[in-house]
């Protein structure tokens, strides 16, 4: 089956400006959480949704960054004000209904701020 | 603290040599998952193994093998007889039972197999 999408694949913005990028899980995983990858360095969690509701949010930076799922499928990470340190990969993953499943992840949106 | 550690930075090996990459973790919770990925130069991160705190058992699949060991908190990865294509950066990971899904990464290891 079709695994997790993410769009855009690259995205360039100026500083200040707002970005959103989507995720798109798996059919059928309840469970879907944003990382975020800077060069070098492994995946940083950021948030953790089950359903519609975020269980976990302790891994968002700060107040600039927020994300939604509001059917309990797609979802979307918004960062607002971005900032050139905001430049990294964001990594969608998904898993089933289950805790410590695994999570499987899609290709990343890789996010430059000039 | 929950804290994956992977010391080996970048390995280099030619082709069909044998090769095994380091993870060690800390976790004071007594359940807890441990996963490895891989990250070709493609950027997917694909999901190779996840493995419970109450399986020692060590695993074997194709060229792979994993030994866990919970005396040293430790997680190694072997691959046998290595390819060109196992070129990629492997991760390993920890989800602990009190941190509901989140993985915690290790640094990575860049493995780089040459013909």
């Known amino acids: 089956g079709a695994g997790v999408s993410q769009t855009p694949s690259n995205k360039v913005t100026e500083k200040g400006k707002y970005v959103e990028l989507r995720c798109d899980p798996i059919?059928?995983?309840?469970?879907l959480y944003w990382y975020r990858q800077s060069l070098g360095q492994g995946p940083e969690f950021l948030i953790y949704?089950?359903?519609?509701?975020?269980?976990?949010d302790s891994g968002l930076p700060n107040d600039r960054f927020f994300a939604v799922r509001p059917e309990g499928s797609v979802s979307t990470l918004k960062i607002q004000r971005t900032e050139r340190g905001d430049s990294a990969v964001y990594l969608c993953?998904?898993?089933?209904?289950?805790?410590?499943?695994?999570?499987?992840f899609g290709p990343g949106t890789r996010l430059l701020v000039l | 603290a929950q804290k994956v550690t992977q010391a080996q930075t970048e390995i280099s090996v030619v082709e069909k040599e044998d090769v095994t990459l380091d993870c060690v973790y800390e976790?004071?919770?007594?359940?807890?998952?441990l996963f490895w990925y891989k990250q070709p130069p493609s950027g997917e991160l694909v999901f190779l193994i996840r493995r419970n705190s109450f399986d020692e058992q060590n695993e074997i699949s194709g060229r792979y093998s994993w030994n866990f060991q919970k005396s040293t908190s430790s997680f190694n990865f072997t691959i046998t007889a290595s390819q060109v294509v196992d070129s990629a950066v492997y991760f390993c990971a920890l989800i602990f039972s009190g941190g509901y899904n989140k993985l915690i990464f290790g640094a990575g290891t860049r493995l780089a197999v040459h013909p």
């Open positions: 976790t004071r919770d007594t359940t807890y998952y």
């Open positions: 949704f089950q359903g519609t509701g975020a269980a976990d």
């Open positions: 059919s059928g995983h309840t469970a």
């Open positions: 993953a998904s898993s089933p209904d289950r805790l410590q499943e695994t999570q499987y």
